[in-house]
């Protein structure tokens, strides 16, 4: 069994790989881009719920792109060690496309969990607070998850036992 120190190595390692990635993506296709990954907490990242769930929040993402006529150019999966991730280059602007990702975060009911990155096609996130929409919410006490997670207000455990319960309600 490989011990946390490691674990936490792979995880930041993987991350780095995806900002890598999501800067070649930019370069080759020159248009909007949704990095896709999951909040989930700790360092377990990868099993078959997560799979499940990342998979659902890649198709309420292409039919909430189709409905707008949002075109996916190109799509892009992957699984590392920071857990399962989705790259999509759309032909759409990227403020247009925010809406549509907060739109998902904040009505479905695994929304907070889901983590919709929206870049320009100059490789600039943008933000929700660009947008006027408010801060993520705290999973299990509503107030700004930022200030949750690094005052570290609720434990690994108490998070990832909502995770489940909300995976478990709905898939």
Do not use: W
């Amino acid at each position: 069994m490989k011990d946390t120190g490691n674990i936490l190595n792979e995880i930041l390692e993987a991350k780095e790989r995806r900002v890598q990635i999501q800067k070649d993506l930019l370069d080759v296709f020159e248009n909007t881009l949704i990095s896709f990954t999951l909040n989930i907490p700790g360092v377990e990242k990868n099993n078959k719920f997560f799979a499940k769930l990342h998979k659902k929040g890649i198709c309420l993402l292409e039919k909430e792109l189709k409905k707008y006529n949002m075109k996916i150019l190109h799509k892009m999966l992957n699984v590392s060690a920071a857990g399962p991730e989705a790259f999509l280059n759309v032909n759409a602007d990227a403020f247009a496309v925010k809406k549509v990702t907060v739109f998902i975060e904040e009505n479905h009911e695994l929304g907070r969990l889901f983590d919709f990155d929206v870049f320009t096609k100059t490789g600039e996130q943008i933000s929700r607070t660009e947008l006027d929409f408010p801060e993520r919410k705290c999973l299990l006490c509503n107030n700004n998850a930022k200030v949750c997670g690094r005052s570290r207000r609720h434990s690994t455990e108490e998070l990832l036992n909502k995770i489940y319960e909300l995976i478990d309600e709905f898939l």
